[in-house]
């Protein structure tokens, strides 16, 4: 096999166990946070210090990784993981809500560094690939949807407390994570991608391009996590068992990366923003369903569509974003990248607690319009505003 696809290939595998761990806290942090929480406002807290968490470490671990090198700077934050899963752990022992949103923090470190996987893939591959290692890597979470839920309901009541078994098994993601990482190859950065130099940071971000792939991939990112972290609180007030939450969530993170095996051939046959637009018009069509009723199937449909949405546009984002930076800016713009989708998803995992205990699915949904409608106006714009330029051009 060719070294660069190796590589490819152990970063989709470290990718699944990412998403198994990332999936198992989708399904269990908001719902053990609801058994545990002062108050039910406060049930989906976990879930936001868990992406806090990550928004914390994420430009850290960029400029990290650019003095160590990425290998190294991967496999130690397999730590970050080992440390969440005995914290939050030691939190269901003791019963207690503060404990488990310090635990979720510390997983959110791992979950930061693990961003970077589809940055590594760019670093192996050659520039007319990238989108499709970027997707290649992203589809090993196909494997983590399938995986890291199907753990959770074999290991949930294993022991007691309820959810103790559930996080002491979250170590056993991160070992085989460090073990796979131990066989990975990524070319040692040239001189100049080390050293901070380039342009200023709030130039390279101001740059169109850059405003719209941030903005793709960030609020993307924040309409799925803002009705995926609620969906289990909302399934289990409609009466749902946790067996059909679980099923749901997985089969969301499946349609999450399973478009991930010829999303990158699409964005090359059709183009980045059109994939991107594709993507957003894909969440409305999750909203839309999510309207229509809260039996079992309303609620798949919808997650499922999310998923599939939510691929196109944080590869699409990703692929867009690799045009706007030099060699030796990528360390802070993918950084700053990073920070302000996890930003999003602070907010937004925050507030999906919030309105689903207190105004209900239906209200959280109809949320979700107004950012999805937002960023289908500035890829449009974009996309005119590069036609009119390559009109002016020619």
């Not at 196909?142 to 103790?164: M, N, V």
């Not at 957003?280 to 999510?290: D, F, K, Q, R, T």
């Not at 302000?340 to 925050?350: D, P």
């Not at 205990?357 to 590069?386: C, D, H, Y």
């Amino acid at each position: 096999m060719n070294s660069a696809w190796r590589n490819v290939a152990l970063l989709s595998a470290c990718q699944a166990m990412l998403l198994s761990t990332n999936s198992t806290l989708i399904a269990i942090n908001g719902l053990a946070g609801l058994e545990l929480a002062p108050y039910r406002s406060l049930a989906t807290l976990p879930v936001t210090f868990y992406v806090l968490g990550a928004a914390l470490t994420t430009m850290p671990a960029s400029l990290y990784m650019r003095r160590v090198g990425r290998r190294p700077g991967l496999m130690q934050s397999t730590a970050f993981a080992v440390a969440g899963a005995l914290v939050c752990a030691t939190a269901i022992r003791l019963q207690s809500f503060w404990l488990l949103c310090a635990g979720a923090l510390l997983f959110g470190g791992f979950n930061a560094f693990g961003q970077y996987y589809r940055f590594a893939a760019v670093d192996v591959a050659q520039p007319e690939l990238r989108a499709s290692a970027i997707s290649l890597v992203l589809a090993g979470g196909l494997a983590g949807g399938i995986i890291g839920p199907t753990t959770s309901r074999a290991t949930i009541d294993l022991l007691g407390p309820k959810f103790l078994g559930a996080y002491l098994a979250l170590i056993v993601f991160a070992l085989v994570t460090l073990a796979l990482l131990a066989f990975i190859r990524i070319p040692k950065a040239l001189e100049h991608t080390r050293a901070p130099s380039g342009r200023p940071l709030r130039e390279i971000v101001a740059q169109p391009k850059y405003i719209v792939a941030a903005m793709g991939a960030a609020i993307g990112y924040g309409v799925m996590n803002f009705l995926m972290t609620s969906t289990p609180i909302a399934m289990g007030v409609c009466g749902h068992p946790y067996k059909a939450a679980a099923f749901v969530i997985s089969s969301h993170v499946v349609g999450m990366y399973l478009p991930s095996f010829f999303a990158g051939r699409i964005i090359r046959r059709l183009g980045v923003l059109r994939v991107m637009l594709a993507g957003a018009a894909l969440n409305l069509g999750s909203i839309a369903i999510a309207l229509s009723g809260i039996a079992v199937p309303y609620f798949w449909s919808s997650l499922v569509l999310l998923g599939v949405g939510w691929n196109f546009l944080y590869i699409g984002g990703t692929t867009l974003l690799t045009e706007t930076y030099r060699p030796e800016e990528m360390a802070k713009a993918q950084g700053a990248n990073d920070f302000i989708i996890f930003a999003m998803q602070v907010l937004s995992s925050f507030s999906s607690g919030v309105v689903v205990t207190n105004a209900g699915w239906k209200q959280v949904n109809l949320s979700a319009l107004s950012p999805v409608i937002l960023v289908i106006v500035a890829i449009v714009w974009l996309g005119l505003r590069e036609r009119a330029a390559r009109a002016a051009a020619a």
